[in-house]
T-cell receptor
Framework: GENVEQHPSTLSVQEGDSAVIKCTYSDSASNYFPWYKQELGKGPQLIIDIRSNVGEKKDQRIAVTLNKTAKHFSLHITETQPEDSAVYFC???????????FGTGTKLQVIP | GAVVSQHPSRVICKSGTSVKIECRSLDFQATTMFWYRQFPKQSLMLMAT?????????EQGVEKDKFLINHASLTLSTLTVTSAHPEDSSFYIC??????????FGSGTRLTVV
């Protein structure tokens, strides 16, 4: 089955700096890679996603890159703000969305 | 965008009682719904996958007689924790999938068994 590794487990950055979270996956059949933000006591919320036919996607301060050959994808947050503080999960899915495999999560702390 | 409503958000129950958690897709038909359990500071652990009108598929190690899942319609799935015990206390999260909407999570239910 699919195995998703995520690093780092915790990340502290100064407000305004950039944050990068990296994930690797094992199943070459995976073709959809969402990123979720989870605030304390709440369910995960989709913040950005990328499909395997695209190498990079950007939405304002958030961007995701995908390297299919190396089987890794990364989340980039620029100009971080305190409200970006949360736990971020990467995930990998194969066709039909029948099962998703999550990374272990990264706790991001943005220091004002 | 797609919205999944999960209720209740918090529930406290006594040992030995049963608790039902509801998950509804509000603006799309969810062909597949998933139930997760999350322990503090850990990732989401898939418990079971349910397709409308059929029996749920449980992950290894998850007791199907303890965690009853019903997916009777394309917009509603329920998880019933039967004969709850303190070790069942956890954060339970549902998600719904539709090929056109991807994968959307509910807001989670904090279950405390006392």
């Amino acid at each position: 089955g699919e195995n998703v590794e995520q690093h780092p487990s915790t990340l502290s950055v100064q407000e305004g700096d950039s944050a990068v979270i990296k994930c690797t996956y094992s199943d070459s059949a995976s073709n959809y890679f969402p990123w979720y933000k989870q605030e304390l006591g709440k369910g995960p919320q989709l913040i950005i996603d990328i499909r395997s036919n695209v190498g990079e996607k950007k939405d304002q301060r958030i961007a995701v890159t995908l390297n299919k050959t190396a089987k890794h994808f990364s989340l980039h947050i620029t100009e971080t703000q305190p409200e970006d503080s949360a736990v971020y999960f990467c995930a990998a899915l194969s066709g039909g969305y029948q099962k998703v495999t999550f990374g272990t999560g990264t706790k991001l702390q943005v220091i004002p | 965008g797609a919205v999944v409503s999960q209720h209740p958000s918090r529930v406290i129950c006594k040992s030995g009682t049963s608790v039902k958690i509801e998950c509804r897709s509000l603006d799309f038909q969810a062909t597949t719904m998933f139930w997760y359990r999350q322990f503090p500071k850990q990732s989401l652990m898939l418990m079971a996958t349910s397709n409308e009108g059929s029996k749920a598929t449980y992950e290894q190690g998850v007791e199907k007689d303890k965690f009853l899942i019903n997916h009777a319609s394309l917009t509603l799935s329920t998880l019933t924790v039967t004969s709850a015990h303190p070790e069942d206390s956890s954060f339970y999260i549902c998600s719904a999938s539709d090929r056109g909407h991807g994968y959307t999570f509910g807001s989670g239910t904090r279950l405390t068994v006392v």
